[in-house]
């Protein structure tokens, strides 16, 4: 049987290619470089609402309520900049991909992760975010 560490690096790895190819193909000059733009973004997008949507479970967990505040904070942040300001939206995710890590791993109101999903969520998080910001100034 497949053990859940193997598949959580998996998914994860696997989860950059959304990210990974579309910064490829913008900064190569594509002529898919557009539609790797919106494919990223949405991505993105996706990958911020899932992020903190995780962050209710442990609020539910831990009895604090701050998690549960600040996931709809960095959603309605989100929302409004994909929504309304789109041209932004490349830059404005890799800084809430790194808000996001930076919280989890910097504040008491998560719990402590393991080491290994440390190191993991670690280079996740380098990857899109430098993957949006190539996206953002070579588009």
Same mark, same amino acid.
């Given at each position: ?25 913008? %900064? ?6 557009? /539609?790797? %733009? ?26 604090? =309520? ?5 996931? !709809?904070?960095? +959603? /309605? ?19 809430? /991909?790194?808000?996001? +890590? %930076?919280?989890?791993? !910097?504040?008491? /109101? ?7 999903? =440390?190191?993991? =969520? ?18």
């Amino acid at each position: 049987m497949i053990s859940v560490q193997i598949i959580y690096r998996v998914l994860g790895y696997a989860g950059l290619i959304p990210f990974v190819i579309p910064a490829y193909l913008v %900064v190569a000059g594509s002529a898919h470089a557009d /539609l790797s %733009v919106a494919i990223a973004g949405a991505y993105a997008f996706g990958i911020i609402c899932f992020l903190t949507g995780s962050w209710w479970g442990m609020a539910l967990t831990s009895g604090h =309520r701050a998690p549960l505040l600040m996931s !709809n904070l960095y +959603f /309605l942040v989100a929302f409004f900049i994909f929504l309304f300001a789109l041209p932004w939206w490349p830059l404005a995710s890799a800084v809430l /991909l790194i808000g996001i +890590f %930076v919280a989890e791993l !910097n504040t008491h /109101l998560f719990p402590e992760f393991p080491a290994l999903y =440390r190191k993991m =969520r670690t280079t996740l998080t380098l990857v899109a975010s430098i993957s949006m910001l190539a996206v953002h100034l070579f588009r």
